[in-house]
């Protein structure tokens, strides 16, 4: 009786359907390499290839409240996800949907995301050349999303942008991405979807911890560069790159003097957009306005890349519904200049303030450029939508970016 019962408490607990070491759709899975509100990210084998997978418990999304929702949003990403096919775009490699949880193996990213470049080893600015050839290749698989596919990616910023062993720049995360002109069996459709969040996003005061998830490990005052707080003020588990681990030493498009040091980039001049900001008195009044698209993180996209339409009730409650390709050229705007300058072009740690400036949409342009980049940012950066560049202008004239 005693060893039958020393024998059953000796025995090892059975393992679980995503834990390392577990064969699944032929993929082996290893370590975690990254977490997000609701998944974690394990590396992958199969054969001499290595994969990413992003593995969402099915039990996590009842602990996380509105399980259905987050079903639904969950299948929406995978739908779109999986209509997508480009050189930008981070492929999804297949899907395998169980009782347990849901498996989406994806292209392995050594290198981490834009962001996880610009703050690795505490060298915040790219090279111009580096920046150029990375930015364009986000146009590219921009182009794509908005000409061939029709989609609106409403939320591009550096995090989103995965950099694979080779240097090649991808667009990931596309769980908040709609039709361009709506409707489509890939639509959300109802109002309480766009009410509620699930963006895994976090504040930018946990970067530290990130850091260390990252593998970045310290803490660099110089840093410029701070990740993109969401529109709610509500904290979250924190979210992890897809694929933290270091440069690979295969990463052959980018130079090795990419990351040098930058310590503080002076004023050139301020850069205006066409049209006139609102009066002080109107900034200030938005700026503390309650707006209910801002209620939760359903707004498209990251405060520091919000396009000012976004922050105004007007017009952010129509933008919802009906997003507009300008949104995603207003970030790409924002992710131009963060690669070039080292920071973001509107930074503030207190909100209203934040929403205040990029409603001025006052900035300076980081010095030195060159005249593309310049006309870039201006043709981004204008706060009015309409007359702001589409896609396609940006890309005929991404070529003169990194000649400053």
């Known amino acids: 009786m005693f060893l039958s019962t020393f024998a059953a408490a000796s025995q090892k607990p059975s393992a679980l359907p995503d834990d390392q070491g577990q064969i699944v759709q032929g993929y082996t899975l290893g370590p975690v390499i990254g977490y997000g509100a609701t998944s974690i990210i394990r590396q992958a084998t199969q054969s001499s290839s290595t994969a990413a997978v992003k593995i969402i418990r099915r039990s996590t999304l009842v602990k996380a409240g509105n399980a259905p929702l987050a079903r639904k949003r969950l299948q929406h990403e995978a739908s779109v996800w999986a209509s997508l096919s480009h050189e930008h775009i981070l492929p999804l490699f297949s ?20 962001f996880d470049i610009l703050k690795r080893d505490g060298r915040p600015m790219l090279e111009q050349d580096d920046a150029g050839m990375m930015f364009r290749q986000v146009v590219r698989g921009l182009r794509y999303l908005h000409t061939e596919a029709r989609f609106v990616h409403r939320d591009i910023k550096l995090e989103n942008i995965m950099v694979d062993e080779m240097g090649v720049c991808r667009i990931g995360d596309f769980g908040m991405a709609k039709r361009i002109g709506g409707g489509g069996v890939l639509e959300m459709g109802s109002e309480e979807d766009d009410e509620e969040s699930f963006d895994d996003s976090f504040d930018e005061e ?22 993109a707080s969401s529109f709610t003020a509500t904290k979250r588990p924190l979210r992890s790159s897809m694929h933290p681990h270091p440069l690979s030493q295969t990463q ?15 004023a050139s001049r301020p850069r205006h957009s066409s049209t006139v900001s609102p009066h002080p008195s109107t900034l200030a009044s938005l700026a503390h306005q309650p707006n209910p698209s801002l209620s939760g993180d359903n707004t498209s996209g990251s405060l520091p890349y919000a396009a000012p339409e976004l922050l105004l009730p007007h017009t952010s409650q129509a933008l919802r519904k009906n997003p507009h390709p300008g949104q995603d050229i207003w970030a790409l705007g924002v992710v131009l200049y963060t690669l070039l300058a080292g920071h973001l072009p509107w930074r503030d740690a207190f909100e209203p303030r934040l929403r205040m400036k990029i409603l001025d949409g006052t900035y300076t342009a980081p010095p030195s ?16 939508m309409q007359s702001r560049w589409t896609i396609e202008r940006v890309d005929q004239v991404a070529w003169g970016v990194g000649w400053g």
């Open 252 to 266: 052959s498009h980018v130079s090795n003097h990419a990351f040098h040091r930058y310590n503080t980039v002076r």
């Open 369 to 384: 450029i060159g005249l593309g980049a310049e006309r870039i940012l201006s043709g981004c950066l204008d706060k009015n």
């Open 95 to 114: 899907a395998h949907h169980t009782e347990y949880a849901d498996f989406f193996f994806t292209l392995y990213c050594p290198a981490g995301s834009l």
């Open 206 to 227: 946990e970067d530290e911890d990130v850091g260390m998830l990252h593998g970045l490990g310290h803490h660099h005052p110089q840093m410029h560069v701070q990740r």
